[in-house]
């Protein structure tokens, strides 16, 4: 259903005339940009503004997590509708890959992080905090496990 729904947008895509190479594996190298990229740095500036033992430091990480998890969860999210139309483009069932289902895990992760983060982490409070770093942290792995999946489904296509 969810490719019956995009295929009228793959299809104005597809007579773009893009190469497919650039339909076959831009999106995994551009989200792997992000993942590796964006991702590391975000969640080792997450890590390292609760952990550094030096205040300025530990500002710096904070500040700079605040000015990049948004980008990356908005990059991520991009990525995600890219990966769906590529994958339709190419006629490739959608849901019944673990790259669908483990793409869909990350973004519900990183938007209950980030509702957790703009509610100012429920007045502050350190339960909530714990519980952003882990579920950060949790993306981050399942990231990890997507783009495994991922590029598991490329070779395969």
């Known amino acids: 259903m969810l490719s019956e729904m995009l295929e009228p947008i793959a299809s104005q895509f ?4 893009i190469p ?6 831009g999106h995994p190298v551009m989200m792997g940009i ?4 964006m991702g590391s740095f975000v969640g080792f500036s997450g890590w390292r503004g609760r952990l550094a033992a030096d205040a300025d430091v530990a500002q710096k990480s904070r ?4 000015k990049i998890a948004p980008w990356m969860f908005l990059f991520m999210a991009m990525g ?3 990966g769906l139309l590529s994958l339709v483009m190419q006629e490739h069932t959608v ?9 869909s895990a990350v973004l519900v992760l990183l938007a209950i992080n980030g509702l957790i983060s703009a509610t100012g982490f429920g007045g502050n409070k350190d339960a909530l905090r714990t519980a ?4 950060g942290s949790t993306a981050l792995a399942v ?3 997507h783009a495994i999946v991922g590029l598991k489904l490329g070779l395969s296509i």
């Open 14 to 17: 597809r007579e773009m005339g």
């Open 20 to 25: 497919e190479p650039i339909t076959h594996w």
């Open 34 to 37: 992000v993942i590796f990229a």
């Open 63 to 66: 500040s700079d997590h605040r």
């Open 80 to 82: 995600y509708t890219g």
């Open 95 to 103: 849901m019944e890959s673990p790259h669908f289902w483990t793409g």
């Open 132 to 135: 952003h770093a882990f579920l």
């Open 143 to 145: 990231m990890l496990v």
